[in-house]
């Protein structure tokens, strides 16, 4: 390790354990980090969350709001002033306007500053008055988490690990015109950047249509995402069979590169924004990738895995500003849960739960507080009985997304038991035996709110009560 990275540590460290002094005196600060995976609806959640803790109408399971103890809550600057602030704004706008439609997806990290003026709910609060409590949030792409455990990994050790994967059944036909470039490679030939950035950009239309057909796992993550590193040395890489690789090759270079990505991207995106977070809500498409079958809920299940990996969850301490700050509660949210009839919002939660069983019992061992919900960030959709082949059929109703034409859904039974979804997906199971699961992709409601009231949901105030409740007490 280099001088500069020890001292460089030693000053952030002092920084930060100055900052924390400061908040534990004056005003409290809660860190939360949202993340999930493309199409989980980030976005969205923390659009109708601040929408919802500025307008509390709509939050009756959050406490302190119950309580009318939130006397106000207003959007500050937010305090890193390298980070972009997140557009809430214009996210709301699309959201609420006369044509209201989905905004933009995650493509970066940003943050939003919302504060709130509480009143204590003991005897304290008549003698300190309200006090302010920070609620920092933290957007970005779940993609950026699957960088993380290539920290530990070798150049070989990714590469195989990447071909593997590659000829499992379930991306085996997405992995074939990669696969084909990748044959014609010379890994020990003489470097050639026109040959490296084929490679490169093969093995990205791989990554894409992984992503494309619904699949969860894919690293590194920053190459469908690469904001202005696009075209750079560090992005121009890609797996190569294994062997030693003769300096000047194009099997060395690529080694090079996949070091340089790990510390020019991966760790100083550990360093200056995930190991600084506190509360992490893990936003999961469970309904998309039921619908996309079997190897796609396996896929889900190994890539949380992997994500998850990556959490130092347990309580902190004063020293956590000079250790590092851990995860305290974890919320992993299955969203969507207005595409189905509040009947089976409980299996959904249940099948949540299970996909990240593991990790949740790891979490616990170590100290943080894990949940598993099913929500709806924003409700798109209203619920309705028919008579089906005389037999009463649950349906969700709302506006579609390609038509703006109203339409019903039964989206299928979900199981009671998790098992009966996740044992034929571990198995490899192409389809599903017994059932099949549809989607709908709906418009946003056009909102008609009341005065006092955020956008309509599905336990976001239940949500919002386990990961901030405690700090307003």
């Known amino acids: 390790m280099r001088l500069t990275d020890i001292t460089g540590g030693m000053l952030r460290s002092v920084e930060e354990a100055q900052s924390a002094t400061r908040e534990a005196l004056f005003d409290p600060v809660i860190r939360l980090g949202v993340t999930g995976l493309s199409r989980a609806g980030k976005t969205v959640f923390i659009t ?6 500025l307008n509390r109408g709509r939050m009756p399971q959050l406490q302190a709001a119950a309580d009318g103890r939130i006397e106000v809550a207003f959007l500050q600057p937010q305090p890193d002033d390298t980070i972009p602030r997140f557009d809430f704004e214009r996210h709301l706008a699309a959201l609420s306007g ?17 504060s709130l003026k509480v009143r204590r709910g003991n005897w304290i609060s008549g003698l300190s008055g ?43 036909t997405l992995a074939a015109p990669w696969l084909s470039v990748l044959a014609d490679a010379a890994p020990d030939a003489p470097l050639d950047e026109g040959e490296a950035q084929a490679q490169a950009r093969a093995f990205t239309g791989y990554l894409a249509a992984v992503r494309g057909a619904g699949l969860s796992g894919f ?5 469908l995402m690469p904001g202005d590193l696009e075209g750079s040395p ?7 069979p294994a062997g030693r690789y003769r300096s000047g090759t194009l ?10 990505y790990k510390r020019l991207v991966v760790k100083p995106f550990f360093r200056d924004h995930f190991s600084r977070i506190d509360r992490q809500v893990v936003l999961v498409d469970a309904l998309g990738a039921i619908h996309a079958g079997p190897q796609a809920v396996e896929d889900l299940r190994q890539s949380m895995a992997d994500i ?55 979490a616990d061992f170590r100290g943080a507080r894990t949940e598993a919900l099913a929500i709806a960030a924003l409700r798109a959709t209203v619920e309705q009985r028919v008579q089906h082949q005389g037999e009463a059929l649950d349906l969700v109703r709302g506006r579609l997304l390609d038509t703006g034409k109203e339409a019903a859904l039964h989206a299928g039974d979900l199981p009671r038991d998790p098992g009966q979804l996740l044992a034929p997906a571990r198995k490899g199971a192409e389809k599903w035996l017994d059932d099949s699961y549809s989607v709908m992709q709906f418009a946003p409601p056009r909102l008609d709110l009341s005065p006092g009231d955020g956008p309509p949901h599905i336990r976001l105030d239940r949500a919002a009560e386990f990961l901030i409740g405690d700090r307003l007490r």
């Open 48 to 53: 109708s969350l601040v929408a919802n803790l």
């Open 98 to 114: 006369p044509d209201p439609h989905w905004p933009d997806s995650t493509r970066a990290i940003s943050q939003l500053r919302l």
């Open 130 to 172: 309200p006090r302010t409590v920070h609620l920092d949030i933290v957007d970005y792409p779940g993609e950026w988490l699957l960088d993380l455990p290539l920290m530990g990994m070798s150049y070989a050790d990714w590469s195989q690990g990447v071909l593997n994967g590659a000829r499992q059944p379930a991306r085996a």
């Open 219 to 223: 690293a590194p993550g920053r190459f």
């Open 234 to 240: 560090a992005l121009t890489f890609a797996p190569l």
């Open 251 to 260: 099997g060395r270079e690529f080694e090079r590169r996949f070091e340089a």
């Open 308 to 362: 998850l990996q990556a959490f130092r969850p347990g309580p902190n301490t004063w020293l956590s500003s000079i250790l590092g700050r851990r995860v305290e509660r974890v919320l992993f949210a299955a969203t969507k849960a207005d595409h189905l009839h509040h009947s089976q919002h409980d299996r959904l939660a249940a099948i949540m739960s299970a996909l990240v069983a593991d990790a949740r019992t790891r």
